[in-house]
């Protein structure tokens, strides 16, 4: 399942959600790649070039392979939690 994220302002916080997530979630490129956030190798590449500038993200495309973990994020995203 597809979601897009807004405003990321907590790159700590974002990534301990997506620990919590049940399934994988992958973080969808501009470029059409797909790079797997529970991958710590992937998390550390993608999130340092993404955050480098340690500023917010405006908006980023992911995929969870958990209906569940769309569910948690949205909730997240939507209350800050």
């Known amino acids: 399942m597809k979601m897009t994220m807004y405003k990321v302002d907590d790159p700590e916080k974002f990534l301990d959600m997506i620990k ?3 399934g994988s979630v992958e973080l969808v490129s ?3 790649d797909r790079l ?3 991958s710590e190798l992937t998390k550390y590449i993608a ?3 993404l955050f480098s500038d340690n500023t917010f993200i405006n908006d980023m495309e992911l995929v969870a392979s958990e209906p569940d973990d769309i569910t948690f994020l949205l909730q997240y995203m939507m209350e800050g939690r």
Do not use: E, R
């Open 30 to 32: 501009k470029q059409g």
């Open 36 to 38: 797997n956030l529970k």
């Open 47 to 49: 999130i340092s070039k």
């Open 20 to 22: 919590q997530c049940k």
